[in-house]
């Protein structure tokens, strides 16, 4: 009960000092930013990583050892039968990589055999997984730069609002005085918690973003080498 009455009169003294209204935004800021948050860190790691459960790990581990044991077996041999083991790996991994394999593989069975076409397909494939990819991470780093200078706007407001106050109560109370203070650094502080998050998020995503990508590069360039050898030949 005193921790609910302590609650309250802070949110009674944040409106009496004018920051519950920069506060109100930052929370929602703050909420808007760690759903795209959990959003993307079940898009670039995978649902399955999220968990603690070791076998789930170990499951997940052996599929993509799978996938990758299928890939490089359609690159040695690139029939029907090894695209087709493939694209069944790719169902079983949930991942930007998979993904990527899946469209760009479907793709090059309906198109003809002209290179610039298949090298058209696999650029576009490429592209739309680096799309996806960072997809939402600009915007997460906006938030997080964001959040410290709302907290400073929420300051600098319940200062103002403090010292009108005392102007006209015609009191020079220091206790007052700092207690006003106090609330309205409240706002910076609860900024700074958000942005610090935000920011620590924000580097890990898009760490894992500039894997990602670096992995489906190499991969269609393979798969563009793959389909083109007397090209690769050439190069040698």
Sequence with gaps: MNTFQEILDKTISLLREGTLPVMLPLVLLCMAMWVMIVERIGYLFGPWNMLLWPPARASLRAAKRRLANAFEEFLERGDDQSRYQVLENCAKVRSPYSKFLRYALL??????????????????????????????????????????????????????????????????????????????????????????SGVIASSWLNRRAQVLEEEIKLAAMRIYQDDN???EGAQA
Excluded: C, N, Y
């Design 229 to 231: 050898p007397e090209e």
């Design 107 to 196: 793709r090059l069975t309906h198109i003809g055999p002209s290179d610039a076409e298949k090298e058209l397909e696999i650029l576009r494939a490429e592209h739309e997984a680096h799309e996806e990819i960072e997809k939402g991470l600009l915007l997460i780093s906006t938030f997080a730069k964001t959040a410290p200078l709302l907290g400073l706007l929420g300051t600098v407001t319940g200062m103002i609002q403090t010292f009108r106050v005392m102007m006209f109560a015609s009191t020079s109370d220091p206790r007052a005085l700092s207690s006003g203070i106090s609330i309205a650094l409240i706002a910076t502080e609860v900024g700074l918690v958000v942005s610090l």
